[in-house]
Antibody, heavy 119, light 106 residues
């Protein structure tokens, strides 16, 4: 079964960092790029960044440059998202999603990880 | 970045209706346009890719059209399970921006 499984929810203090994992299974991990998307409560989808899992090459949304870091571990088929210097505006559901290179679309999504930023 | 603008932001409809949602890109994106459906508390689901290709398993009452800048998602014979929020997304650029969403309500 093709799936992406994300790590669990958490509460983080302002100024701290959060690290979320996204483990792939059921398909060749290195052949599909992984994107991260977030959704603040009651709001729309915001694209955050992309990683090529085998090369480790990344691109980030301009507003998150300097705070967002995506990495991959091919030995465990896992992509990691780290977001630093958290503020209340980072309170959101975070999703990883597989980019199907034939469809040029996100065909498989993780279940989502809720991050709350509060003192 | 390529900006995606959807309209309307919300609409009310009835079961059996035919509805259309439009999406406009800030520059030409050929047919690199996708549509997703999201229900409350659920993960987004891919409906249409490449502007008009139906994702496997998606009912044929969903259809997409357009190229260049302007795109349309049409749902014919609206069903109760179709009440959700719909997002367009461009895949022309690596930076895969989304529209702001259209909420379809009863």
């Amino acid at each position: 079964q093709v799936q992406l499984v994300q790590s669990g929810a958490g509460v983080n203090k302002p100024g701290a960092s959060v690290n979320i994992s996204c483990q792939a299974s059921g398909y060749p991990f290195t052949r599909y790029y992984i994107h991260w998307v977030r959704q603040t409560p009651g709001q729309g989808l915001e694209w955050m960044g992309i990683i090529n899992p085998i090369a480790g090459i990344t691109s980030y949304a301009e507003k998150l440059q300097g705070r967002l870091t995506l990495t991959s571990d091919t030995s465990t088929s896992t992509v990691y998202m780290e977001l630093s210097s958290l503020t209340s505006e980072d309170t959101a559901m975070y999703y990883c999603a597989r980019d199907d290179h034939k469809l040029w679309a996100f065909d498989i999504w993780g279940q989502g990880t809720m991050v709350s930023v509060s003192s | 970045d390529i900006q995606m603008t959807q309209s309307p932001s919300s609409l009310s409809a009835s079961v059996g209706d035919r509805i259309s949602i439009t999406c406009r890109a800030s520059q030409s994106i050929n047919t690199f346009l996708n549509w997703y459906q999201q229900k409350p508390g659920k993960v987004p689901k891919l409906l249409i890719y490449g502007a008009s290709s139906l994702q496997s398993g998606v009912p044929s009452r969903f259809s997409g059209s357009g190229s260049g800048i302007d795109f349309t998602l049409t749902i014919s014979n609206l069903q109760p399970e179709d009440f959700a929020t719909y997002y367009c997304q461009q895949s022309y650029s690596t930076l895969r921006t989304f529209g702001q969403g259209t909420k379809v309500e009863i």
